[in-house]
């Protein structure tokens, strides 16, 4: 198999066309197959590996933003009765909600 990376110029193959602007939209790779056959892989540029990072929380996580933010949101809930704050939030917790993953 070759290093080099040939390109194809999708301009005049509509099918291939749709589902590299999905892949390249999405950043989810898919793979192409034939009768049940793979065939080849179809990845969106910039990943470096076959299989995509899985995403955490702490994926994108910037401590600097975090400390920007929460220095910005001081005094956000200032006059707030704090009681009756806890007291809504513990009422909309008990309420259900379908369609919400557990």
Known sequence: ???QIIPID???LPD???VAEEVNMTKTP???KRN???LALLMPTGQKTAHPQKRTIWTQYNPQKVRA???QSAG???GVDRKELLRDLADQRGQ???GRPL
Do not use: W
Request: glycine fraction near 4%.
């Open 96 to 98: 259900e909600s379908t």
């Open 16 to 18: 291939l066309l749709k």
């Open 36 to 38: 049940g056959e793979n």
């Open 30 to 32: 898919r793979l192409i």
């Open 1 to 3: 198999m070759s290093r």
């Open 69 to 71: 933010a929460l220095q």
């Open 10 to 12: 999708a301009s005049n």
């Open 76 to 78: 956000a809930l200032q």
